[in-house]
């Protein structure tokens, strides 16, 4: 059969609607939509700019510890010491700035340094002897969340410099006041959708997730990109210890007990496949908001707190069931 001969809807090849459609993206937006026009029609709050605003402060935490988890699953990891990690963070943060006499430039960047060297132990544990990320992680949870409550001495640190909460500042925007901590958290999102949808680096990310033997193979300096990727999620727990201090204003030794999950939600949710080599930041976005605004708009709706938690479980297992059969359909 000749080209010519072939019938048209082959010859003009996949439509744009069924690209649409297999884009993991698409349905996370299609679910953050619907979701908000239900929650339109329940509340007449919802719609409002302060509420939207509100929203993203919720989140903005959780969202970046997000970006650091989906650099870990795309790898075909999972990172349980997220949560921990960031606490800690934010505990050397807070109490060298306050207790310690540092600077708040310094006491930040000691922070970030720790949380990244967390990270690279992480790394260096699953890439080196190699560990499964599961067990590695878990065992950091449990170090990093007894090194801050040894570290804090099981208190609060209060009356921090205000460098540290500057970040949670507001500035008018028409009739909505929106906190410097959020344009942070959505200008990091933005960078990792670049990094990981622009550059050769993002490629190797993919290549690495779909079949590390490959991607070595391939050339890719598969051990290092896979250290590096921790050490970077790392840092980016820092960044978010320092939008938990701008936020709640105090180093609070009790954070971050369940951000771990939280943050794996947003990225399931998000269309990223546990499996490794599919998803994306953008699509961690849209998960995030898609957990903030269910539960704002549970919240409004007057709905308990433990039925928001019932209903994000239920969405988690439909998102991963929804990845398996995409999965089956495409071998």
């Known amino acids: 059969m000749t080209a010519t001969s072939?019938?048209?809807?082959?010859?003009?090849?996949?439509?744009?609607?069924?690209?649409?459609l297999a884009t993991p993206t698409t349905g996370p937006l299609v679910a953050l939509l619907l979701a908000c026009v239900f929650f339109s029609l329940t509340s007449e709050q919802f719609l409002s700019g302060g509420n939207f605003s509100l929203i993203v402060q919720q989140v903005m935490v959780v969202g970046t510890l997000a970006i650091g988890q989906t650099l870990i699953i795309l790898t075909a990891g999972i990172d349980l010491s997220c949560g921990a990690v960031m606490a800690f963070g934010s505990i050397v943060i807070a109490k060298t700035a306050a207790g310690g006499g540092l600077p708040s430039l310094v006491a930040i960047a000691l922070g970030l340094a720790v949380s990244a060297a967390f990270g690279l132990v992480n790394g260096l544990l699953v890439q080196l002897i190699p560990l499964p990320p599961f067990i590695v992680t878990l065992g950091m949870l449990n170090v990093a969340f007894a090194l801050t409550h040894v570290y804090s001495a099981e208190q609060t640190i209060t009356d921090l410099p205000a460098p540290l909460t500057a970040l949670g500042e507001t500035?008018?925007?028409?009739?909505?006041?929106?906190?410097?901590?959020?344009?942070?958290?959505i200008a990091l999102f933005l960078l990792f959708a670049y990094a990981l949808s622009g550059t050769s680096w993002g490629r190797h990310v993919y290549a690495?997730?779909?079949?590390?033997?490959?991607?070595?193979?391939?050339?890719?300096?598969?051990?290092?990109l896979t250290i590096g990727l921790y050490t970077l999620a790392g840092a980016v727990y820092g960044i978010a210890a320092l939008l938990l201090i701008s936020r709640t204003g105090v180093?609070?030794?009790q954070a971050g007990q369940t951000d771990n999950l939280d943050s794996i939600t947003a990225v399931v949710l998000g269309g990223t496949s546990l499996f490794g080599g599919r998803g994306s930041v953008l699509g961690t976005f849209i998960g995030v908001l898609i957990v903030g605004v269910f539960r704002n708009g549970l919240q409004l709706m007057g709905v308990a707190s433990i039925y928001q938690t019932l209903i994000t479980g239920v969405l988690v297992i439909l998102a991963v069931t929804v990845d398996q059969i995409s999965r089956r359909k495409a071998r």
């Open 208 to 224: 690495l997730g779909n079949s590390p033997e490959a991607a070595r193979l391939n050339g890719i300096r598969t051990s290092r």
């Open 6 to 20: 072939l019938p048209y809807d082959q010859l003009k090849g996949p439509s744009t609607v069924r690209r649409l």
């Open 251 to 253: 180093g609070d030794p």
């Open 171 to 185: 500035f008018p925007l028409g009739n909505t006041d929106i906190t410097y901590g959020s344009l942070v958290t």
